[in-house]
């Protein structure tokens, strides 16, 4: 038994304290998953029984929910165990308190006497047993989503974890309840709309939540989205079908990371794993951007030249995004990312269509896009999949078949670039000044990057034609900053 329980255990003695583990960790034992955390329900005041064992086991105490009078526990030097939440009984009794659980296979309780025997003394009122062998999750009652709305959210969350269906019945009493979502603050859907965008495979519980009415609940420009592009998008469902089906690639092509991109595999999955925030990571955050990053087309669209153009489509879209992602509390650096792909989501498609990409574009596209320039090729390419399952082909299979290479061989330069050592300079400051009779100024440092950026795409390759090619740049920028 855990030392800690011990504490517990003894706690509820001496203060004379009804002392129930309820929830997850019980689901996660009998399930034979390791819990790292342990939830209790204390027929006292949780406040001072959560301090009292703080002091007990040498932990920190800190208050979590205001409204259920909720206080966690961290525990320290304990690799089994991090922390430990206790909450004041909801109603008179165990059962009174099981009753306001959201989902039956959490709606489980032992008393703490007898933790060292779960499956003896489990008391399941609401038949959560059952439910944990047929692998379902199921509204322990019709308020379950009055009391708290997220919990529409985590029954998708906990399927996607768990690979547990969710019953018919809960998921229409989730599309009856959908629209309260809207009452639930920003940061706390955020926290379980990454955690199922975590799943490898999460395309199918977004189409689940579609169909409950949540996602249009939760972020109203996708209504827009399928009402306004109907007419004239190559979907036959409109302008949300293409960027679901762009979601869905993204998916695939992580998945298959090492049939697209064989040499880049290894360092492109530790990139793409890269952490933003909690939950957040740069490839739930492409996920996140693929379903918003057409959201401005219904905006820009305008008939030209007898098509359908969508000018201005990608900097309005950002500057949409960043807004949805505000009202989530999302970070300044996760909003920036996501503005800076869906602003350049276009730029790679001409490129990539080229069977020959000149080393000076490839250099021109890293020096741009930096660090985000893998993300920006791999949702670039995700654009380009949506449209295979169509019967009219916008991108023919050759087509297809050259961006994907094209893809790979600049996100594999990429990584090569960043990690070859930087060249010595073939110029400074002072021989330039020396050589053009030029005083200390902004000039110097354009015709230096002018000069490096050449050097690195090997247009020049020693100090003569350095000088050669400074010269024929110093008119134009003599001019720009009207140097006689």
Partial sequence: ????????????????????????????????KKSLDIDLAVSEKSENFAKKLAKKINGKCFKLHDDLQ???????????LEYIDVSVMQGKNIK????????????????????????????????????????????????????????????????????????????TLIKKSSSKITTVAGERIKNELFRILN????AQYIAMMDECGLLEKMFPVITKMKKSAKN??????????????????????????????????DVLEKHLN??????????????????????????????????????????????????????????????????????????????????????????????????????LLIMAMSDWHSYKTLKKKVYPKKVLQQQEKSVAKLIFGYFDFINKKPKDKILDGNVLMKEFHLKPGKIIGELLKYINNAYEEGRIKDKKQALKYAKSQLTVLKKKHKIT
Avoid: W
């Fill in 96 to 171: 009174e308190d099981l009753s306001r659980r959201d989902f039956t296979i959490n709606a489980l309780a032992v008393k703490i006497e007898d933790f060292d025997d779960i499956k003896k003394n489990i008391t399941d009122c609401f038949g959560g047993l059952q439910d944990l062998k047929k692998k379902e999750i199921k509204a322990v009652s019709k308020t379950v989503f009055n009391d708290d709305p997220l919990r529409m959210l985590r029954a998708f969350r906990f399927s996607g974890e768990y690979k547990f269906k969710i019953s018919k019945e809960t998921l």
């Fill in 232 to 265: 004239f998008y190559y979907h036959p469902k409109g302008l949300f079908q293409h960027c679901f089906q762009t979601y869905e690639a993204l998916e695939n092509i992580f998945i298959k990371l090492d049939k697209y991109f064989p040499k880049s595999k």
């Fill in 274 to 375: 890269e952490p933003f925030s909690e939950n957040v990571n740069k490839k739930n955050l492409l996920k996140f951007i693929a379903i918003f990053h057409d959201c401005a087309k219904p905006e820009c669209a305008k008939r030209m030249d007898n098509k359908m153009r969508f000018l201005g489509h990608e900097e309005l879209g950002a500057k949409k995004t960043a807004q949805i992602m505000k009202e989530l509390k999302m970070s300044n650096k996760e909003i920036d990312f996501a503005k800076a792909i869906i602003s350049e989501h276009m730029r790679p498609s001409n490129l990539a269509k080229s069977e020959v990409i000149t080393n000076r574009a490839q250099m021109r596209l890293f020096r741009d896009i930096k660090e985000n320039t893998p993300d």
């Fill in 199 to 202: 799943n490898e495979k999460s």
């Fill in 1 to 32: 038994m855990l030392k800690e329980i011990n504490e517990v255990i003894k706690l509820a003695q001496e203060t004379k304290t009804d002392v129930y583990v309820v929830g997850g960790y019980l689901r996660d034992f009998l399930l034979k």
């Fill in 70 to 80: 909720t206080y966690r526990v961290a525990v320290f030097n304990n690799p089994d």
